[in-house]
Nanobody, 112 residues
Framework: QVQLVESGGGLVQPGGSLKLSCAAS????????MGWYRQAPGKERGLVAT?????RTNYAESVKGRFTISRNKNTAYLQMNSLKPEDTAVYYC????????WGQGTQVTVSS
């Protein structure tokens, strides 16, 4: 069983930066894929970015060039730069290992 704990959300002005962290516990093995998804009010949860254990990354078109996903063993990070109001959402950490795991979510609000 894998547990995911997120941190780093908050309120930031447009153009600002935030860094999210997701620490996975409960597995002694490298988790296959870790990623971030987000859900804005009234919208479905959607992909932000993923990173494999080998470092291969994948990004949603809307965040390419602004967000960077990385990981150190079983901790994943999401560096978010040039934030826009439309990035406002609850951000969920995701891990794909023996099954799919989700974190509890962290709120990111981009507003002046």
């Amino acid at each position: 069983q894998v547990q995911l704990v997120e941190s780093g959300g908050g309120l930031v002005q447009p153009g600002g930066s935030l860094k999210l962290s997701c620490a996975a516990s409960g597995s002694i093995f490298t988790i296959n894929v870790m990623g971030w998804y987000r859900q804005a009010p009234g919208k479905e949860r959607g992909l932000v970015a993923t990173v494999t254990g080998g470092g291969r990354t994948n990004y949603a078109e809307s965040v390419k060039g602004r967000f960077t996903i990385s990981r150190n063993k079983n901790t994943a990070y999401l560096q978010m730069n040039s934030l826009k109001p439309e990035d406002t959402a609850v951000y969920y950490c995701n891990a794909l290992h023996d099954k799919v795991y989700w974190g509890q979510g962290t709120q990111v609000t981009v507003s002046s």
